[in-house]
């Protein structure tokens, strides 16, 4: 195992993005969404646990007057403190004030985790790593549509935008690893 990278609970948050049952539900790879779904709670806890926050990205389409069933988070997965943010776009910070919340925070490092691996993650990592932020992305808390989509974003973008981990390799400085996985 690599050694843990200690992260800063005062400057770090947590970004899940998208999900949502009907997007958990479909078919993923590397992984089922509910495999991630439960690293990402795991996660969730370990920040929530550390005093870090956690974001909750969701998307909602433009432009209709009901959205399709399964369009909510994961019942569950908001906590008291969570922030949640609303996106009508791939990516969580266009059109939104993620930036904003986050700043007024001291957050400067987001770690990412989330489906799709090669949509909604990639789109938000792109606009924070051009918003200056440090990104880390937890490889086995993310899917996509297909394997190779999931593989192209995970060995080709992202080690060009920050650092790829697993979960187990998350630690807060001065605590614990993550319990399991």
Not at 67 to 85: F, N, R, T, W, Y
């Amino acid at each position: 195992m690599t050694a843990p990278h200690a992260l800063d609970p005062a400057h770090t948050a947590l970004v899940l993005v998208d999900l949502m049952d009907r997007i958990v539900a479909l078919p993923l790879a590397p992984r089922a969404g509910s495999e991630v779904l439960a690293v990402a709670e795991e996660l969730a806890d370990m920040f929530r646990s550390a005093g870090a926050p956690v974001v909750l990205v969701r998307v909602e389409r433009p432009g209709v007057a009901e959205q399709p069933p399964g369009s909510g988070l994961v019942a569950g997965l908001l906590k008291d403190g969570d922030l949640e943010i609303v996106k009508r776009t791939i990516g969580g910070f266009h059109g939104t004030d993620l930036d904003d919340r986050l700043r007024g925070r001291g957050v400067t490092t987001l770690v990412f985790g989330g489906i799709a691996t090669n949509l909604g993650v990639e789109s938000t990592a792109r606009s924070a790593g051009d918003l200056g932020y440090d990104l880390l992305f937890v490889e086995d808390a993310m899917a996509a549509l297909t394997g190779p989509e999931h593989e192209a974003s995970v060995r080709l973008d992202f080690p060009r935008l920050g650092t790829v981990v697993t979960a187990k390799e998350l630690a807060f400085a001065g605590g614990g690893t993550r319990s399991a996985g």
